[in-house]
């Protein structure tokens, strides 16, 4: 089957400006993660959705950064007011379940540029 | 706090080496431990992973790990290297904090393989 997608796959945004990127999960996947990679640097944990629950918000790195999941489906994160420090390639992953035993399947990334 | 240590960030090896990536880990309970693998302009993928049993576990392309409680150590082998296994390789580890599983990633070990 499919695996996750990203999209876009680059983005090159003018800084100030709001970007989204979109996360399109394993089909019946119930966890989703966004990691962001600085370049030359391991991953950086933004945000975890699981099913219906609140979601852990504790790795966004300020009040400019948000994500969204519909349901077990879908996922956008959002950066407002884009500053060169985001420059990175961001990363979504998804799990079968909430359960720690299942490894993450990863997309292939967003590549953000801001200029 | 959770952490994971991958101490070396570069390593180069000749092709038909041998060769160990280091990862500890900090972590009170049995975690359970990944090994992932990162090709350039590529998603992550999983090498293989350890949750209980047998401590030494073998993955994909040749690779193996060893379980080490004492050392709190998870160490990828593999016997070969192939010019094909350059990449970076992260070390993970899950952890449960109130019902939710957070993975924590290494900070990567860039492997060069020489011809």
């Known amino acids: 089957g499919a695996g996750v997608s990203q999209s876009p796959s680059n983005k090159v945004t003018e800084k100030g400006k709001d970007v989204e990127l979109r996360c399109d999960p394993i089909?019946?996947?119930?966890?989703l993660y966004w990691y962001r990679q600085r370049l030359g640097q391991g991953l950086e944990f933004l945000i975890y959705?699981?099913?219906?629950?609140?979601?852990?918000k504790s790795g966004l790195p300020s009040d400019r950064f948000s994500a969204e999941r519909t349901g077990e489906s879908v996922s956008t994160l959002t950066i407002q007011r884009t500053q060169q420090e985001d420059s990175a390639v961001y990363l979504c992953?998804?799990?079968?379940?909430?359960?720690?035993?299942?490894?993450?399947?990863f997309g292939p990334g967003t590549r953000l540029t801001v200029t | 706090a959770q952490s994971v240590t991958q101490p070396d960030i570069h390593i180069t090896v000749s092709e038909g080496a041998s060769l160990e990536l280091r990862c500890n880990y900090s972590?009170?309970?049995?975690?359970?431990l990944f090994w992932y693998v990162q090709s350039p302009g590529q998603g992550l993928q999983l090498l293989l992973k350890?949750?209980?049993?047998?401590?030494l576990v073998q993955g994909i392309k040749g690779f193996e790990a060893e379980f080490k409680r004492s050392q709190s150590s998870f160490n990828l082998r593999k016997p070969s290297v192939h010019w094909s296994d350059a990449a970076e390789y992260f070390c993970?580890?899950?952890?449960?904090?109130?019902?939710?599983?957070?993975?924590?990633f290494g900070t990567g070990t860039r492997l060069k393989v020489l011809a």
């Open positions: 992953a998804s799990s079968p379940s909430l359960a720690g035993s299942y490894e993450q399947y």
């Open positions: 089909s019946g996947h119930t966890a």
């Open positions: 959705f699981q099913g219906n629950s609140a979601p852990d």
């Open positions: 972590y009170g309970a049995t975690p359970y």
């Open positions: 350890y949750f209980s049993g047998d401590t």
């Open positions: 993970a580890v899950t952890t449960s904090t109130s019902g939710t599983y957070k993975y924590i």
